[in-house]
């Protein structure tokens, strides 16, 4: 087991989601870290400025940005740094922001289990047809 998660969440949360979530997970045993992007680098940051930074730190990326737009897709940099990372599905990206942290709250478990894949392993927090949501590993192309 690699220690206790590290969840480095992007601006598809707003920071005092983040920070509820922190909170309340840090009930958990070991406690996690779960840490908003602008605790570290300023609102609207790069993901070819920021990601290469937090290389070494232990971090799992959380983001909704699966890549399909624009030159610097963030699911490519992660691949590339060596980054586990997890994308929510277009069906997570769409619920409200409560609804979303409740969605990371309720599969923490497979959360946790990320942690332990190779680096820079890529999974998706999506829902099942009845509307739950679970973690899949994605293959990297």
């Not at 937090?54 to 691949?79: F, T, Y």
């Not at 990206?93 to 409740?102: I, R, T």
Request: charged content about 25%; glycine content about 8%.
């Amino acid at each position: 087991m690699n220690g206790p998660v590290k969840l480095l969440v992007d601006e598809c949360l707003g920071r005092p989601i983040v920070e509820g979530m922190n909170k309340w997970l840090s009930l958990d045993t070991p406690a996690p870290t779960i840490h908003h992007l602008t605790n570290y680098f300023v609102s609207g940051a790069k993901d070819p400025v920021w990601i290469p930074q937090v290389k070494s730190e232990g971090w799992i990326i959380l983001s909704q940005d699966r890549g399909k737009k624009g030159k610097d897709k963030l699911p490519k940099i992660c691949a590339h740094y060596g980054i586990t990372h997890i994308i929510l599905s277009k069906s997570v990206a769409h619920l409200k922001q409560y609804q979303k942290a409740n969605a990371i709250i309720s599969v923490w478990e497979q959360i946790k289990a990320c942690n332990d894949a190779p680096k820079g392993t890529r999974f998706r927090l999506r829902l099942n047809h009845a509307g739950r949501p679970f973690i899949e590993k994605v293959d990297l192309p």
